[in-house]
């Protein structure tokens, strides 16, 4: 084969294959086209169903490369805010206490039966708010899977963390809906909620370039959440929020 010496020019056809090779090198590393989808998520008797993870995979080709955002969690009137967080792998969590009391945070096996061990463990304490300054901590979410989260002094409080592999996800509101944006074209559509004792079944669904809608459907019927407790009430006893 022959050397090209430094300063030579290229030949025209060699030239000419290097651009087109630059070219498809662009081509491969375009972002694909986005599309927003909206889903309706049921339990198994048709009624709409919050706090229930929606995420996108796509059907064929390469998964994108995700970012490494931070979520942010605030524990205020007792009670972790938002109650089901979704992190990237390899993304930071930032706990930030805006109540006047400490909190004793710690990661806590999870599932319905709390038999399920976290996929990280971590425990901190974050002094209480005050003079304007909010105590914080964070941790780096570097396996992906379900972690719950609670709070040693208070008891009550329970809180959620699903660190996913997928950059397309959103959490369901009060309706049972969730938006989010994914890639235009089929993906497979899959469910996640903290009281799931099974898998729940992946779902064929086709992303349009501009507003799609999408029905998904849990395989079991998920208990309420309690309303948060009114504010105010002596801190020690957390039963009075």
Same mark, same amino acid.
């Not at 209480?128 to 914080?136: D, F, H, I």
């Given at each position: 084969?022959?050397?090209?010496?430094?300063?030579?020019?290229?030949?025209?056809?060699?030239?000419?294959?290097?651009?087109?090779?630059?070219?498809?090198?662009?081509?491969?590393?375009?972002?694909?086209?986005?599309?927003?989808?909206?889903?309706?998520?049921?339990?198994?008797?048709?009624?709409?169903?919050?706090?229930?993870?929606?995420?996108?995979?796509?059907?064929?080709?390469?998964?994108?490369?995700?970012?490494?955002?931070?979520?942010?969690?605030?524990?205020?009137?007792?009670?972790?805010?938002?109650?089901?967080?979704?992190?990237?792998?390899?993304?930071?969590?930032?706990?930030?206490?805006?109540?006047?009391?400490?909190?004793?945070?710690? =990661? *806590?096996? #999870?599932?319905? %039966?709390? &038999?399920?061990? @976290?996929?990280?463990?971590?425990?901190?304490?974050? $002094?209480? !708010?005050?003079?304007?300054?909010?105590?914080?901590?964070?941790?780096?979410?570097?396996?992906?899977?379900?972690?719950?989260?609670?709070?040693?002094?208070?008891? =009550? *409080?329970? #809180?959620?963390? %699903?660190? &996913?592999?997928? @950059?397309?996800?959103?959490?369901?509101?009060?309706? $049972?809906? !969730?938006?989010?944006?994914?890639?235009?074209?089929?993906?497979?559509?899959?469910?996640?909620?903290?009281?799931?004792?099974?898998?729940?079944?992946?779902?064929?669904?086709?992303? #349009?370039?501009?507003?799609?809608?999408?029905?998904?459907?849990?395989?079991?019927?998920?208990?309420?959440?309690?309303?948060?407790?009114?504010?105010?009430?002596?801190?020690?006893?957390?039963?009075?929020?």
């Amino acid at each position: 084969m022959r050397a090209t010496m430094p300063g030579m020019m290229l030949p025209r056809r060699s030239a000419l294959a290097t651009l087109a090779l630059a070219g498809a090198g662009l081509l491969a590393t375009r972002p694909a086209r986005a599309g927003t989808l909206e889903v309706l998520v049921l339990g198994a008797n048709g009624q709409p169903v919050p706090d229930a993870v929606v995420q996108l995979r796509r059907a064929a080709g390469i998964q994108p490369v995700m970012r490494a955002d931070t979520a942010v969690i605030v524990q205020k009137d007792i009670r972790f805010d938002p109650f089901v967080t979704v992190v990237p792998l390899g993304g930071m969590v930032r706990f930030v206490n805006r109540d006047r009391f400490d909190h004793h945070v710690r =990661s *806590m096996p #999870g599932g319905p %039966l709390s &038999t399920v061990p @976290p996929v990280k463990e971590f425990e901190f304490r974050l $002094g209480p !708010a005050r003079g304007g300054v909010e105590p914080s901590a964070e941790i780096r979410m570097d396996a992906p899977g379900h972690i719950s989260i609670g709070c040693h002094l208070h008891g =009550s *409080m329970r #809180g959620h963390i %699903l660190v &996913t592999t997928s @950059p397309w996800h959103a959490v369901t509101d009060a309706s $049972g809906r !969730a938006v989010l944006d994914g890639p235009v074209g089929p993906s497979e559509l899959r469910l996640w909620h903290p009281e799931q004792l099974l898998e729940q079944p992946v779902q064929q669904v086709t992303v #349009g370039a501009g507003r799609s809608n999408a029905e998904a459907r849990l395989n079991f019927n998920p208990p309420r959440r309690r309303p948060p407790r009114p504010q105010g009430g002596d801190p020690a006893d957390p039963y009075r929020y």
